[in-house]
């Protein structure tokens, strides 16, 4: 079976989590970069990664990388890759491109041109001029980095963040991606309670649960290499079933806090697509009334961030109030992502570990308070 270069793309800030993910499904040979992960798998391991990784954006092919300072090497370097290899007759194969501080600079000239080279590679096998582009979807991506070209084919199709379960969605939800990472940075485990007090559409219970039971999160959703010929069908049939022996049965203690009963309601709906809603239970209930008598537990939010002026002072409050109410708390951990760079302040309290993320283009922190370690 062909082995690939596979690229397990990332959000910046989440290489590592990412990594660690790789490395739990057994890949050892890995090199971290920016906002990617590189590893080799054959067929089986795109179907695999695609349905068991968390943290991810994307699973890609990289087809080849090299420096190319003309249109003209760039189209003989794309040419010269084994395109036959991978794209059957009827392929359809749209080309997607980005280039940053690079000499070829003009994205649309980069695209037309990388299809051009991929469509004569493919001339050469056919013995055709022309492609009708009515079979399966692979997506073709030149991105170019101070003039290195990578080309890459995905086999995700939608973001990996597309789990399934988020039909409904409240106005500014957290990714299930970096929902998932969050809950994998903290010391939570299924013996702890986890108690979400801003939680909206369930986003950060609904992950922890599916970590907690083990469950894929890929696994409700399809993904355009499973139209691949060079995939077999049994493949995508063996991962799904590994997957599904592979879930745990355990109790969780999962609570989600919400002000917003309409948005509860979204959430319940969110963890009963994801069949995690029996292991979560979503309250109506502001801040103020917050209060736990439990030990060891863990706090994981994304609480307000007041974008907008008349919000700020608002949020700087509630921050405030945070920080009065979980200061009792002295057994617990608390993980708060936000976007104020003087969340700490407000607190009351500097993080024990403080980590640069990105929420969609809003630069944020994720702020660490690490409680005792619960008794043996």
């Known amino acids: 079976m062909k082995e690939w270069d596979l690229i397990a793309t990332a959000t910046f800030g989440l290489e590592a989590v990412v990594a660690r993910e790789l490395r739990n499904l057994g890949y050892d040979d890995l ?4 906002s990617r992960v590189i590893f080799k798998g054959t067929s089986e391991d ?3 990664t695609n349905l068991w990784l968390r943290s991810a954006d994307r699973v890609l092919i990289r087809m080849g990388e090299f420096t190319a300072l003309s249109f003209e090497e760039l189209f003989e370097k794309t040419k010269a890759l084994p395109w036959d290899e991978l794209l059957p007759e009827d392929a359809e194969f749209p080309v997607k491109g980005k280039s940053v501080k690079s000499k070829l600079f003009s994205v649309s000239d980069c695209q037309a041109i990388v299809k051009k080279a991929v469509v004569e590679k493919l001339k050469q096998k056919y ?4 492609f009708e582009e009515n079979g399966p979807r692979y997506v073709l991506e030149v991105g170019i980095l101070k003039d290195v070209v990578t080309l890459t084919v995905d086999t995700s199709g939608a973001g990996l963040h597309k789990r399934g379960y988020r039909q409904l969605a409240s106005q500014a939800p957290l990714k299930e991606t970096l929902a998932s990472a969050l809950v994998s940075l903290s010391y939570w485990n299924t013996d702890r309670l986890l108690i979400d007090p801003f939680c909206g559409s369930g986003t950060i219970p609904i992950e922890a649960a599916m970590i907690g ?6 696994l409700n959703r399809q993904f355009d290499a499973e139209n691949w010929p060079q995939i077999p069908a049994r493949l995508w049939e063996q991962a799904r079933a590994e997957a599904m022996d592979l879930k745990k049965n355990v109790n969780l203690r999962i609570l989600g806090y919400d002000i917003d009963g309409r948005v509860l309601k979204i959430a319940r709906h ?4 994801a069949g995690v809603e029996e292991y979560i239970d979503f309250h109506k209930l502001p801040f103020s009334q917050f209060s736990t008598k439990k030990k060891y537990g863990c706090i994981i939010c994304n609480p307000p961030y007041g974008e907008r002026l008349g919000e700020r002072k608002e949020v700087q409050a509630l921050y405030k109030e945070m920080g009065k109410k979980f200061s009792n708390l002295d057994t617990w951990s608390i993980y708060v992502l936000t976007a104020d760079e003087e969340f700490e302040r407000h607190f009351g309290r500097k993080a024990d570990k403080k980590r640069k993320l990105y929420n969609g283009r809003i630069r944020v922190d994720y702020y660490q308070y690490y409680g005792p370690r619960p008794p043996q």
Do not use: D, F
């Open 31 to 34: 090199k971290v970069e920016n």
């Open 46 to 48: 795109i179907c695999r």
């Open 127 to 130: 013995k055709r001029s022309w």
């Open 213 to 218: 039971l083990n469950i894929a999160p890929g």
């Open 270 to 273: 969110n963890a009963q697509l």
